[in-house]
């Protein structure tokens, strides 16, 4: 029986936008109805955006497997100008990968320094105290339904989505242009407390190695062929 990357990527293509799916209905269960924005508890919400980050990871390797093959154009500063602007009101689904920051993190004072006016006298002001961030909070939800809805609609056209990749590349310099998965395990990637979410970005991100193994080999065939 044959097989291909590209049949296993739609597999779970289906099987994630399923996942985000029930997502989706479970955010608008918790929702509260009443309330003039969406509202959520914040324990509810922090549990749905640990499953977003590896939701978001997973279709990204499916538009990469999808847009492999496809040719970037070599870089035109007046063409970059005219490349049309998202539409508005349409959530955007982001197409690359977030880098890690390893860069030393400047530490700045937690209040004002001291302000004396007078010999042995401190009129520093107090440092506020944070409020307690507590699970029962009622918090704003609009973030999260709105990276959802980019998620599902980034899952129902991959082709589209695969084209935009390809846009969004050839609109930058050769210096500006990031592989859309970054070096290393893929955003949202969890070893404990694993949901289905992360089974399937592990199966992704694998799919879209060996795609992009598989096409650079071939490349590396034709140009020995050529030469």
């Known amino acids: 029986m044959s097989w291909s990357v ?9 099987v994630l936008l399923r996942v985000v799916l029930a997502l989706f209905t479970s955010l608008r269960m918790l929702i509260d109805g009443m309330a003039s924005k969406p509202t959520i508890l914040r324990r509810n919400r922090r549990f749905l955006w640990i499953l977003i980050r590896p939701a978001e990871a997973a ?17 035109d500063a007046e063409a970059a100008k005219l490349a049309p602007k998202r539409e508005r009101g349409k ?7 977030p ?8 530490r700045k004072p937690k209040g004002p320094g001291p302000r004396i006016t007078e010999i042995g006298v401190d009129h520093r002001e107090p440092t506020p105290e944070k409020p307690l961030r507590l699970d029962d909070d009622v918090v704003d939800a609009t973030r999260l339904l709105r990276r959802l809805r980019a998620i599902r ?8 989505q695969a084209r935009r990749l390809v846009a969004y590349q050839s609109a930058l310099p050769d210096a500006k242009r990031l592989p859309p998965m970054r070096p290393g395990l893929p955003p949202g990637n969890r070893e404990r407390g694993r949901h289905e979410v992360h089974e399937i970005l592990s199966d992704c991100h694998g799919l879209a190695q060996m795609a992009l193994d598989d096409l650079w080999k071939e490349r590396q065939v034709s140009r020995e062929a050529r030469g």
């Open 6 to 14: 590209d049949e296993a990527a739609e597999l779970q293509r289906g």
């Open 59 to 75: 279709t990204r390797r499916l538009i990469v497997i999808a847009a492999r093959r496809m040719e970037i154009a070599p870089f």
């Open 91 to 97: 959530p955007g689904f982001p197409l690359i990968d």
């Open 99 to 106: 880098r890690k920051d390893f860069g030393e993190r400047s």
């Open 153 to 160: 609609a980034a899952l129902e056209d991959i082709p589209a």
